[in-house]
């Protein structure tokens, strides 16, 4: 690897799955469903692939259908009004997104303020830009990890070049309010600054409410707002994300992006963009079935004696190990596929600031009720 990349190696994801499936233990490690989205958007998949449609090379920006659908998600749910001929992009993923307007965005010795814990690949897509990366790390304030405005405004300097935010935040579960959101926006407003929003979770808040940061005044025109199929469809192998900004920067993140990938995977894409316009009753049921995970889990694992954070949003519970005698989330995490069969991430790889991330560990959700069930009676174990 070079200098770069030298830091990054293997994903804590790939890592931690292949450790899930080496020793038969239950993974809540890596975000994924164990149960596919709904079956009519495979259906939906299977057509266009019957029917030819995305099997040779689609436009680039992606295929009409998906781009009209995405912009009508935009403001069916938010309010928000892009042109689906300029300002909306098809990528491989919200990762390939993330990448390619990082790339298209940061010059080398730029300054990029991320928030701390932050998603792995955002270190990584950071790196292959020659930007620097500024983690801002939120703390755990009462239940939640909170961001301290006055540290984000003081991280900003002549260097900055954009703001990486993510809500509903991975792995913390955190979900930015309205106040701290409109603050990031007139912060970015006041010292120019462009912003990237990954909000993959959208439709995963379950306490509060996601505020796209897009619709905050003066944030229109300088916010690159990035979301996926992934997590909205329960369907993670499908590689489907999007970007939806100004006719300018879109243009610019495309340039990056033809040369990523050229293209994205034509048959999915017609597929997500019918599970776009599923009725309301698809994303509210979403919504609650993992709501009632959420809850399902963390009171399994307070009981198990893990001091729990309750997530406001994501498929995802940051503990703290503290109480159970230990201070390692790296070694708890290695260690706790032979000790009870569940594997877990350690959040410390999601931080420069180890220490600060040390005693956290992330458990994932997005499972079936019994496997939950199971986990946490093993977890019980421990104590
Ligand atoms: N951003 C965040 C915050 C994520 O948790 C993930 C992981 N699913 C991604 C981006 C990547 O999304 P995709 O699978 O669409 O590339
Ligand atoms: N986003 C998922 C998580 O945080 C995993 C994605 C990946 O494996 N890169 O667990």
Redesign the pocket.
Known sequence: LNRRLAEFGT?I??EM?ALALRTGSINL????PDTDGPEEITEAAVRALRDGRGNQYPPGPGVPELRIAIAEHQRRFHGLAYDPDTEVLVTAGA?EAIAAALLALVEPGDEVIALEPY???YAASIAMAGGVRVPVTLRPHELAFRLDLDELRAAVTDRTRLLLINTPH??TGTVLTRAELAAIAELAVERDLLVVTDE?YEHLAFDGEHVPLASFPGMRGRTVTISSA?KTFSF?GWKVGWVTASPELISTVRSAKQFLTYVSAGPFQYAVAEALRLPDAYFDGLRDDLRAKRDLLSDGLSAAGFAVHRPAGTY?VTTDIRPLGEEDGFAFCRALPERCGVVA?PNAVFYDHRDEGAPFV?F?FCKRVDVLDEAVARLKSLA
């Not at 490690?29 to 994924?32: L, P, R, S």
């Open positions: 994903t994801f790939a799955s490690g890596q975000g994924f990762t998603y792995d690949s991975n792995p993959v992934g993670t995802f991430i992330r994932a």
